[in-house]
C-alpha cells in the first residue's frame, strides 16, 4: 500500500525483502547502489526506504544524510544491515534514520517494521493551529471549517482530511496515505482508492460551491488528492 525503495547490494537479499514487502501489497522497486537508487527518488517517490550500510561506491549512511540534506527529508529510512555493533547503530540514527534492523532477520519483523514507519510518518506533518486555502480556513484547534466566513459542517474524519492536507498545501497525498492516517481498515491499495474516491466525493459537496469543478480540494491522477486555491474551478476526477 506504499512505495518502497530499496538499497541492498546483495541479490538474495534484495530478493527476499522485495518479496516480503510486496506480499503486504506495497509497490517496491530495489537497487544495488545508492547512486542508482539517488537517481529514482524523485521519479518513484518513496514513502519508505529500506537501506543497507555496506554498498559498493556511496554507503547507505551517506545515501540518509544525503536524502536528509536535500528535498526528500520527509522519507522514514530503515537501515537493514549485517553491521550492527553499536557505533554503527548509533550512526545510523544520527544521520537521519528512523530505525534499524540488524541481519539475519525476520521477513515478518520487517513488514512490521516498515509499516510501522509509514504509520508515523502519515502523521509526521508539522502541527499548525490553522491553514487557509484561499477563502477556505481550517482551523485545527477548534476543529472547525469555513468558507468566505460562513462555518462549513464536516464529520470529524473529514476533518481530519482537511487538516492532512492542509499541512501540505498543494502536494499530493495517495489514497494508501490518507487510508492510514485515517487508521481505516483497508487491506490492498485497489481498497484504498475506492474508499477515499467516496470520502473526497462527500467532502466535495460540503466545502466546495459546485463539486463537479472544485476550487479547493483536487484529484490529480497517479498521485492522490491535494489543497489548492484555483480561481476557475476545474471538473473533479475519481
Known amino acids: 500500500m506504499a512505495r518502497v525503495l530499496i538499497v541492498d547490494d546483495d541479490p538474495s ?5 522485495t518479496f516480503t514487502l510486496a506480499a503486504e501489497g506495497h509497490d517496491v522497486r530495489a537497487f ?10 524523485g521519479l518513484f517517490g518513496p514513502e519508505a526506504l529500506v537501506l543497507d550500510v555496506s554498498l559498493p561506491g556511496q554507503s547507505g549512511f551517506q545515501l540518509c544524510q544525503r536524502i536528509r540534506e536535500e528535498s526528500h527529508s520527509h522519507v522514514p529510512v530503515l ?7 553499536p ?4 550512526r545510523g540514527f544520527r544521520v537521519g ?3 534499524y534492523l540488524v541481519k539475519p532477520f525476520r521477513p515478518s519483523e520487517l513488514a512490521l517494521r516498515v509499516q510501522a514507519l509509514l504509520r508515523r510518518s502519515a502523521w509526521a506533518a508539522p502541527p499548525s493551529t490553522s491553514s487557509a486555502i484561499g477563502d477556505l480556513e481550517i482551523d485545527n484547534v477548534a476543529r472547525t471549517v469555513r468558507r ?4 462549513i459542517t464536516v464529520s470529524p474524519m473529514e476533518l481530519d482530511i482537511l487538516i492532512a492536507l492542509s499541512s501540505t498545501p498543494g502536494q499530493p497525498w495517495p489514497a494508501e496515505r490518507l487510508a492510514r492516517r485515517l487508521n481505516l481498515p483497508v487491506d490492498l491499495p485497489s481498497e484504498a482508492a475506492e474508499v477515499m474516491r467516496v470520502k473526497i466525493s462527500r467532502l466535495r459537496r460540503k466545502i466546495e460551491p459546485d463539486a463537479s469543478h472544485p476550487r479547493y480540494l483536487h484529484s490529480q ?3 492522490g488528492y491535494l489543497l489548492e486555491y484555483r480561481t476557475e474551478g476545474a471538473p473533479a476526477e475519481a
Open 97 to 99: 534514520g528512523d530505525d
Open 13 to 17: 537479499v534484495r530478493e527476499l525483502v
Open 79 to 85: 537501515f537493514l544491515t549485517g553491521r550492527g555493533t
Open 32 to 41: 544495488e547502489t545508492a547512486e542508482s537508487a539517488e537517481a529514482e527518488l
Open 87 to 90: 557505533p554503527d547503530v548509533d
Open 148 to 151: 468566505a466566513g460562513e462555518p
Open 221 to 223: 491522477r497517479g498521485t
